[in-house]
């Protein structure tokens, strides 16, 4: 149950990421404050699921899930390149995040 609390909270920061990217240095301040609102109910959920999951693995499950989905996100979105190196580090990191959790 928790889990998919800490997988809610990353979909918020992957969407708090993104949007500050469209407010362009907050030139946009709508996208800016979409994104400040999505950062502090992320991290809300976050604190939440902290009473009953350990630290390390609530915020290294909640940290990679924000990587991958913003790499990805601003590659659909915003068309930014992943080069292999890129690529190799996502997969670092995935590894990184099974190894906490096993």
Do not use: Q, R
Request: charged share 10%; glycine share 8%.
């Amino acid at each position: 149950m928790y889990i998919f609390i800490i997988i809610l909270s990353a979909l918020l920061d992957i969407v708090a990421n993104l949007l500050l990217k469209k407010s362009d240095g907050f030139k946009h301040k709508i996208w800016g404050l979409a994104a400040i609102v999505n950062a502090i109910l992320a991290f809300f959920l976050l604190s939440f699921s902290l009473k009953y999951v350990p630290l390390s693995i609530a915020y290294s499950t909640w940290g990679a899930i924000g990587i991958i989905g913003t790499c990805l996100g601003g590659w659909i979105l915003y068309k930014e390149k992943l080069n292999k190196i890129g690529i190799l580090g996502i997969i670092i990191v995935i590894i990184a995040v099974f190894l906490l959790n096993y």
